[in-house]
């Protein structure tokens, strides 16, 4: 895993352009104090620990559903997600930042990320097909 996967347009909210990438930096910075394998390359890791790599993918994930039609899994994705990104980074926002992060989680807000059209889910995974050597 090397991070949230990310949701919104870069100017949104309207009202704090750029607030997705700005928790994103805040959770980066968090994670690489406290969970520094994160990201990681882990076929050396697999291999040290007696396993043999067989494979290696990166799946690359683009929903765009900025169609104007609003996706209710995308939704709800974007809403739990957002939520988690919240609870690590909510002390490294300003107060204005996690007010407008406050609006987007607001179920029953105007500006709830439910209630968005240009929701899209873009993220990197990578996966490791791996077996017991001997």
Sequence with gaps: LSGFPRFLP?????DRPGLEERCHGASDRFHAEHVPHRGADWGPKLTGAG???????????????????RSEAVGAYALGSLRRLRHSVAE???PEDLAAL???LDTEGPGSVLRRDDLVVRTER???????TG
């Design 102 to 104: 406050d609006r987007l």
């Design 51 to 69: 396993f043999t790599v067989e494979d290696e993918r990166v799946i690359t994930v683009n929903i765009d559903n900025t169609d104007g039609s």
């Design 92 to 94: 490294a926002l300003t």
């Design 126 to 132: 990578s996966v490791w097909a791996a077996r017991r």
């Design 10 to 14: 870069e100017a949104a909210p309207e």
